[in-house]
Every structure is written in structure tokens, then in C-alpha cells.
């Protein structure tokens, strides 16, 4: 069944509509889809996927399962396109551009992110992808893993929301430690974090009604 013919029942007050924006591979975005397709990314529904990247393979996952998607890198734009899908916070889940200052005040919604090392290490401007486990190794840490944390005007310097742990092994290559950490960290950890901030959101509304 596609996405958008099971949004009829689930589009009421109780579902929080999330924005995964991307700019790669997808196994983030994967991962919450897999967990929805479960029944265990409630309260959350993801009714968005928009990415800076027209090749992005992230894309097609989406569209794999009727997930509306769009392309753009323009802010303006990504913001008219979050407010008319009324999204109730955004996902970057591998997303390669930095969003504004401007952005982030004129959104005024929750924005997580996932980063792939224990934050406050390995973390910041130019530690991404692949270089966040060089940097690793190069230190020679015994531990790494992924933390998913809310987005501010510092770049991976927000609230952190979950970590996880995963042991560096002495045989490690940055793209082996890459992999463990994809797998027994982020895809565990960012379902996780989308059901808990939902679930936060859902009460906030629940008091203002
Ligand atoms: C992940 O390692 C994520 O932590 C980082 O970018 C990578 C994206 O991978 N922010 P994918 O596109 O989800 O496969």
C-alpha cells in the first residue's frame, strides 16, 4: 500500500507530521521508514522527504513508498513547502547543508539532527561523513557512536536528545567503523529520537487544547 493511501485514517490530531531532509544515500530516512512501517515510529508520520540533491538515492527510497518529495536548496521555498504540509519538526538525517540562522528563527519548530560520534567529540564545522571516523581513528578513541541532538544556530551544538555507544575496533578502517556505527547506532537511535520528541510535541498540543 502506498503512503499516501493510509494517510486518510492517519492524518488527525495525533499524528505529528515529520520532514526528513537528505542529501545521500538514505539509510537514515530507511530506518524510519522500516520503523513506520512497523507501527513504531507513532506518533509520528513522515509525510515529507526534501533534499538539496536530485541524485540523492534518498529520493527513491521515498518514492519506493509514496512519500511526496521535493528538491530544493532554496530556504524560502523550504520553508513554504514545510508551513503548506503543516510539518511539526523537521529530520536532517544525512543533510550536507547548514540551515540559517534565519531559518531555523523563522521555523520556530523543532529541528533534530543525527551526527555520527559521541558529541562533543568529532563534531562541527568540516566533521562530517566519512572524516568524523578518520578523525576517530587519528585519536585513536577506544569508543565512538551517534548522537541525535536538536538543531541551533552552532553547528551540532544543540540539546542532545540520545546517544548510543559503539566499541572502535583495533582493526578499524574509517569505513568499518563507518558501517558499525550506521548499524548498531543511527538506525537504532534516530526512530528512537522522532518517536520521543513526538511524543513530547503531542503533549505540548494535548495542554494548549
Ligand atoms: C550518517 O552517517 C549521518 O549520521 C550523517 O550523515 C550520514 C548519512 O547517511 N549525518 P545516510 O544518507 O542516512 O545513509
Redesign the pocket.
Same mark, same amino acid.
Given at each position: 500500500m502506498l503512503k499516501t493511501d493510509s494517510l486518510a485514517s492517519k492524518n488527525n490530531s495525533e499524528t505529528i507530521r515529520i520532514a526528513v531532509l537528505?542529501s545521500?544515500?538514505?539509510? =537514515?530516512?530507511q530506518a524510519l521508514i522500516d520503523k513506520e512501517k512497523d507501527g513504531k515510529l507513532s506518533p509520528c508520520s513522515i509525510e515529507l522527504v526534501i533534499s538539496n540533491n536530485s541524485r540523492a538515492f534518498?529520493l527513491k527510497r521515498a518514492s519506493d513508498v509514496g512519500i511526496e518529495s521535493f528538491v530544493t536548496s532554496d530556504e524560502e521555498e523550504l520553508l513554504r513547502i514545510l508551513d503548506e504540509h503543516k510539518i511539526d519538526f523537521l529530520v536532517l $538525517?544525512?543533510y550536507l547543508k547548514i540551515l540559517s540562522k534565519d531559518f531555523i528563527a523563522k521555523f520556530a519548530k523543532p529541528i533534530i =539532527?543525527?551526527?555520527?560520534s559521541l558529541i562533543p567529540s568529532f563534531c562541527g564545522k568540516g566533521c562530517?561523513?566519512i572524516h568524523v571516523h578518520e578523525k576517530a581513528l587519528e585519536y585513536g578513541v577506544k569508543v565512538s557512536g $551517534?548522537t541525535v541532538h536538536y538543531v541551533n544556530k552552532i553547528p551540532d551544538g544543540g540539546e542532545i536528545i540520545l546517544q548510543k555507544a559503539v566499541d572502535v575496533m583495533d582493526d578499524d578502517t574509517p569505513e568499518k567503523l563507518?558501517k558499525r556505527i550506521?548499524e548498531e547506532a543511527?538506525w537504532v537511535l534516530l526512530p528512537k529520537a522522532c518517536v520521543k520528541v513526538g511524543e513530547s510535541i503531542l503533549l505540548q498540543k494535548s495542554k494548549r487544547i
Amino acid at each position: 500500500m502506498l503512503k499516501t493511501d493510509s494517510l486518510a485514517s492517519k492524518n488527525n490530531s495525533e499524528t505529528i507530521r515529520i520532514a526528513v531532509l537528505v542529501s545521500g544515500g538514505g539509510t =537514515n530516512l530507511q530506518a524510519l521508514i522500516d520503523k513506520e512501517k512497523d507501527g513504531k515510529l507513532s506518533p509520528c508520520s513522515i509525510e515529507l522527504v526534501i533534499s538539496n540533491n536530485s541524485r540523492a538515492f534518498a529520493l527513491k527510497r521515498a518514492s519506493d513508498v509514496g512519500i511526496e518529495s521535493f528538491v530544493t536548496s532554496d530556504e524560502e521555498e523550504l520553508l513554504r513547502i514545510l508551513d503548506e504540509h503543516k510539518i511539526d519538526f523537521l529530520v536532517l $538525517a544525512g543533510y550536507l547543508k547548514i540551515l540559517s540562522k534565519d531559518f531555523i528563527a523563522k521555523f520556530a519548530k523543532p529541528i533534530i =539532527n543525527i551526527h555520527p560520534s559521541l558529541i562533543p567529540s568529532f563534531c562541527g564545522k568540516g566533521c562530517y561523513g566519512i572524516h568524523v571516523h578518520e578523525k576517530a581513528l587519528e585519536y585513536g578513541v577506544k569508543v565512538s557512536g $551517534a548522537t541525535v541532538h536538536y538543531v541551533n544556530k552552532i553547528p551540532d551544538g544543540g540539546e542532545i536528545i540520545l546517544q548510543k555507544a559503539v566499541d572502535v575496533m583495533d582493526d578499524d578502517t574509517p569505513e568499518k567503523l563507518q558501517k558499525r556505527i550506521m548499524e548498531e547506532a543511527e538506525w537504532v537511535l534516530l526512530p528512537k529520537a522522532c518517536v520521543k520528541v513526538g511524543e513530547s510535541i503531542l503533549l505540548q498540543k494535548s495542554k494548549r487544547i
